[in-house]
């Protein structure tokens, strides 16, 4: 079945610093891709996502770059801000009615 | 639109009560999610519906756990009896329609956080 692997965390970065978060995935056929972040105290909201291989998907200077061949959708910043302390979620999008199939989470801590 | 909508944020329950939680997908989404978030076990789908019938209920963890969507702009998940295992944060999620969460994903309420004591 459909699966999700992110990196362990949590992270912790200093401001300005460069994120990468891991996420490798096992589906069948062509998967939507997508990450979500979660601050705390709410709930999940869409950060960016990507519908086939090769697209890019990008918001708030976040990117990740749907790659079949590894089968990866790293999410990557160039210099993290505080106010991105959160958890990302990782999930895949298969043919099975749509379905979300979520990573575990990676905390991220950012500190001034 | 105000997006989906959950109620209440938070509920302190004493062991063995009935517990019903409540969820108002955004208008025109046919797909209904309530999911359950816990530090030990992260996020687990309990059941999917779409046109107001359950579709996949495989994750609703045992028959103490039950939801309903009687139209399609109302649907809750009620726990009885309720245990202290049964803590955690409940989730809500909508979709435009069963083929087009590939593409859009889901939208997702604030959550209820549930505390059994």
């Known amino acids: 079945g459909d699966s999700v692997t992110q990196m362990e965390g949590p992270v912790t970065l200093s401001e300005e610093a460069f994120l990468t978060i891991n996420c490798t995935y096992t589906?069948?056929?062509?998967?939507?891709l997508f990450w979500y972040v979660q601050y705390p105290g709410e709930g999940l909201q869409l950060l960016l996502k990507a519908t086939k291989a090769d697209d890019k998907g990008s918001n708030k200077g976040f990117e990740a770059t749907y790659r079949k061949e590894t089968t990866s959708f790293h999410l990557e910043k160039g210099s993290v801000q505080v106010s991105d302390s959160a958890v990302y979620f990782c999930?895949?999008?298969?043919?099975?009615?749509?379905?979300?199939?979520f990573g575990q989470g990676t905390i991220l801590t950012v500190h001034p | 639109d105000a997006g989906v909508i959950q109620s209440p944020r938070h509920e302190v329950t004493e062991m063995g009560q009935e517990v019903t939680l409540r969820c108002k997908p955004i208008s025109g989404h046919n797909s209904l999610f309530w999911y359950r978030q816990t530090m030990m076990r992260g996020l687990e789908l309990l059941i999917y519906?779409?046109?107001?019938?359950?579709?996949?209920d495989s994750g609703m963890p045992e028959d103490r756990f039950s939801a309903k969507m009687p139209n399609a702009s109302f649907s809750t998940l009620k726990i009885q009896p309720s245990e202290p295992r049964d803590s955690a944060v409940y989730f809500c999620?909508?979709?435009?329609?069963?083929?087009?969460?590939?593409?859009?994903?889901?939208?997702f309420g604030s959550g209820t956080r549930l505390t059994v004591v």
């Open positions: 519906f779409n046109n107001n019938v359950p579709i996949d």
């Open positions: 589906a069948t056929g062509y998967p939507s």
């Open positions: 999930a895949l999008s298969g043919t099975s009615y749509g379905k979300l199939t």
């Open positions: 999620a909508s979709s435009p329609n069963r083929g087009e969460s590939k593409n859009y994903g889901y939208t």
